[in-house]
């Protein structure tokens, strides 16, 4: 295991040192780069919630961050709408588990 993880770390640096040298020699526009990942994340919770029959979690996802919108302002959202989200969901984790309980068995029933 030991040369295993040797050579991973070595192929890990090699390859940081590598694209670091490459972004600053390759001058590359990051513009609408931000648009792409909210697009990204647009599709996730798109696909996620067709997989999922509780959109519970999605909603509280969402509502946390719009509450932490209109507090803290675009700039500062972030870490208070992760916090404001996991406050949420442990809060109402018993909530979220007895609907699941209840969609289960009314898979099972169909």
Wanted: hydrophobic share 50%.
């Amino acid at each position: 295991y030991g040369t295993i993880a040797l050579l991973d770390h070595l192929y890990w640096i090699l390859g940081s040192v590598i694209g670091s040298i490459a972004g600053m020699i390759i001058p590359i526009s990051l513009k609408g780069v931000d648009f792409a990942l909210t697009s990204l994340f647009v599709v996730l919770l798109i696909d996620q919630l067709k997989n999922t029959k509780n959109p519970i979690p999605a909603i509280i996802g969402g509502g946390s961050s719009v509450v932490a919108l209109f507090i803290f302002g675009s700039s500062n959202m972030l870490i208070a709408a992760l916090a404001f989200g996991i406050a949420f969901l442990t809060i109402l984790r018993p909530l979220i588990e007895k609907q699941e309980t209840k969609l289960q068995e009314k898979d099972k029933c169909n």
